[in-house]
């Protein structure tokens, strides 16, 4: 079975850049027709789409974030990690990493970590 | 962008009701639909792919039917388990994915 398993600071200061990564197993991230991406929930309210990595490597990002994300995918310690630089309070959400499937859904989520913009 | 609007965005419902929530995307995106179901302090569940596929594990009262710009997620008899948060997400456009504002199932 394929666990997902996000980690990271759960508190970043205005303008600094937050960093998560998210770690899988169960399976390879490596060599599959998967892409690997990240979901943010802000409290309260509704899902937003962050980003993903393909097995292409290609990336893309939703332009809300206006080029502030980085997504990257270390296949020798099966993870991939996010970077969004920065931040303001609108960037306070909880953070899901999940497996993106060929019809473009999310199948495999992580359980979601909460990151607050504070000073 | 293409937009997803749900609707309604709250439903109060009893046990046992059949359940209809409806979700509007702004331009066609042919059958490339997912919903999900979320509970508080929990991640989203995929229930339905490609507007009607059901994921593995889900039970078959669920049923997800539409295509272009219109799709409906129906509850055929709605069980205590049901009462959770339920979003939409389209996957025409390839490189910008979006979600529904979410519709939550409250017990009436």
Redesign the interface.
């Known amino acids: 079975q394929l666990q997902l398993q996000e980690s990271g600071p759960g508190l970043v200061k205005p303008s600094e850049t937050l960093s998560l990564t998210c770690t899988v197993s169960g399976g390879s991230i490596s060599g599959s027709s998967y892409h690997w991406g990240w979901i943010r929930q802000p409290p309260g309210k509704?899902?937003?789409?962050i980003g993903n990595k393909d097995y292409t490597a290609n990336t893309?990002y939703?332009?809300s974030l206006k080029s502030r994300g980085t997504i990257s995918v270390d296949t020798s310690k099966n993870q991939f990690s996010l970077k969004l630089s920065s931040v303001t309070a609108a960037d306070t959400a909880v953070y899901?990493c999940?497996r993106r499937?060929a019809?473009?859904?999310?199948?495999y989520?992580?359980?979601?970590t909460l990151v607050t913009v504070s000073s | 962008?293409i937009q997803m609007t749900q609707s309604p965005s709250t439903l109060s419902a009893s046990v046992g009701d059949r359940v209809t929530i409806t979700c509007r995307a702004s331009q066609s995106i042919s059958n490339?639909l997912?919903w999900?179901q979320q509970k508080p302090g929990?991640?989203?569940?995929?229930l339905i792919?490609?507007a009607s596929d059901l994921?593995s594990g889900v039970p078959s009262r669920f049923s997800g039917s539409g295509s272009g710009t219109e799709f409906t997620l129906t509850i055929s008899s709605l069980q205590p388990d049901d009462f959770a948060t339920y979003?939409c997400?389209?996957?025409?456009s390839?490189?910008?994915?979006?979600?529904?504002?979410?519709t939550k199932v409250e017990i009436k």
Request: aromatic share 22%.
């Open positions: 509704g899902l937003e789409w893309h939703n332009p899901y999940a499937t019809p473009g859904n999310f199948d989520w992580g359980q979601g | 962008d490339w997912a999900y929990k991640a989203p569940k995929l792919y490609k994921e979003y997400q389209q996957s025409n390839y490189s910008l994915l979006t979600f529904g504002g979410g």
